[in-house]
């Protein structure tokens, strides 16, 4: 069973030094999508604006910046509060967005108490998945009829109805 945690924040969207509107946003995080953040953006319109980036850069921006090309995120200070600040950078736009340190933090701490770091891979079920792969399977009607893939001359595989040159 997967688990979610979301907070609802109204983040400012930077639009000079001066001027800045509120912005409604969902955070979102999935245990079975652990290495990823969502971030959806309700901007007035039918369809809200939904960004995906890696969970490990708005852990690390909140402490320091980091990031390259399409989402930066660092931590500074606006009129003596602490605040992150995420760049996001698409063909259609920039957008320079600031939130609450604290609730940012606050909530990035729920998502590593959900999955730890260094866990995520076993959220994703790959190992159960491989074994389910790999596992030996009941012989279905090739394998029964005592053919093999390599094809040997004691066992004629599925191609040797093409032997008049008309085959693959």
Not at 57 to 69: D, Q
Not at 99 to 128: C, F, Y
Request: net charge negative; hydrophobic share 40%; aromatic share 6%.
């Amino acid at each position: 069973m997967h688990s979610m945690v979301e907070r609802e924040l109204e983040l400012k969207l930077v639009l000079s030094p001066e001027r800045s509107i509120l912005v409604p946003a969902l955070l979102s995080y999935r245990s079975d999508d652990p290495f990823a953040v969502h971030v959806t953006f309700h901007i007035g319109s039918e369809n809200p604006v939904k960004w995906t980036f890696a969970r490990e850069l708005l852990v690390e921006g909140v402490f320091r910046p980091c990031g390259h090309g399409d989402v930066r995120i660092w931590p500074t200070k606006v009129d003596s509060r602490n605040v992150v600040l995420i760049a996001l950078s698409s063909p259609d736009g920039d957008a320079l967005l600031e939130a609450s340190a604290s609730v940012v933090s606050a909530w990035v701490e729920r998502t590593l108490r959900l999955v730890p770091p260094g866990t995520e891979s076993g959220q994703l079920g790959m190992d159960a998945a491989l074994a389910d792969l790999l596992a030996p399977r009941r012989a279905d009607g090739l394998w029964a009829r005592g053919h093999h893939p390599a094809g040997g001359k004691d066992a004629p595989g599925p191609l040797d109805d093409a032997q008049d040159g008309d085959g693959c």
